[in-house]
């Protein structure tokens, strides 16, 4: 269980955050809500890179944090994993030699060469970040991001910018990567369709509050005629795609009421 009733408040920019949960160990949960919500600042705190002002967070029976009792352990300390939208890879140092760096002494990492075949990396062992497509990259940036078996992983937006194939492809590969280290993973992320390939729970954020935990399915619920707009479908851009219950459907741009952007509700009528 991870445990946490978080506040915090920004003097420079007036912004709360307030956030409480009791989260199921070893899931996948999304982080959803509009942009400039609270949800970077969110994992911020809970990695330790970020100071939250009140609460505490209690992973499984050990507290990283306890504001009342100015008990704070250090990121370090944390056994979490954490990949960014720009990856921060390191551009002059090889494959292995990113794994080898991140990687702890501790009897629950994994070696170099493990991370490297769980991540579909083996071969590329010698080659530097600029040799490698953008699905290598994240694979990467996730291969160190897991090497030492962190209790939580941590994901801020981090399919941003790859094509819609090479997402597809590290969706397939990667909920049974996670189920195979069994860590919680804890993603942000705007994309429904996303959400619905990767993610069993979302906790939805608004205006620097989080909700209660709700399951993917049921967040997605179909009601009629009602959906999340996905974009065009660029096969076809004659269709929009739309989620509707955890499913992607093609609607007929022409039936489709208002004019919406990508990640807002839509209406349709035939
Ligand atoms: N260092 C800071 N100082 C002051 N205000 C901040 C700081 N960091 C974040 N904020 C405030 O917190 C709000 C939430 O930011 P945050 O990045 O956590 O949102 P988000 O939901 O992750 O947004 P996005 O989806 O656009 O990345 C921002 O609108 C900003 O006003």
């Not at 970077?40 to 809970?46: A, E, V």
Request: aromatic letters at 8%; one cysteine or more.
């Amino acid at each position: 269980m991870i445990s946490f009733d978080i506040q915090h408040h920004f003097k420079k920019s007036g912004f709360s955050i307030a956030a409480q949960g009791k989260w199921p160990q070893g899931k996948r949960i999304a982080l959803y809500g509009p942009s400039g919500t609270g949800k970077t600042s969110l994992i911020l705190i809970m990695t330790g890179l970020m100071k939250a002002q009140h609460g505490y967070l209690k992973v499984k029976d050990q507290l990283w944090f306890d504001c009342a009792k100015n008990n704070h352990l250090k990121p370090q300390k944390r056994k979490v994993g954490m990949v960014f939208q720009d990856l921060a890879l390191f551009p002059n140092m090889t494959v292995a030699e990113q794994l080898a760096f991140a990687r702890q002494d501790s009897s629950k990492s994994y070696t170099v060469g493990q991370m490297m075949a769980l991540c579909q990396l083996s071969g590329m062992e010698k080659m530097l970040p600029e040799q490698l497509s953008g699905g290598q990259k994240q694979r990467l940036a996730l291969a160190r991001a897991l090497i030492n078996a962190p209790e939580i992983l941590l994901l801020d937006e981090p399919f941003n910018g790859l094509d819609q194939g090479v997402k597809q492809q590290l969706y397939r590969d990667l909920k049974p990567l996670f189920q195979q280290i069994g860590c919680t993973v804890v993603m942000v992320s705007h994309d429904a369709e996303e959400i619905a390939n990767l993610c069993e729970w979302v906790y939805p954020m608004k205006a620097g509050k989080g909700e209660e935990l709700v399951a993917v399915d049921e967040f997605f619920q179909p009601s009629e005629n009602r959906g999340i707009f996905l974009g065009l479908d660029a096969d076809d851009p004659v269709y929009a795609k739309v989620m509707v219950g955890g499913k992607v459907l093609r609607i007929k741009r022409e039936a489709i009421i208002e004019k919406v952007t990508i990640g807002e509700d839509v209406r349709w009528q035939w």
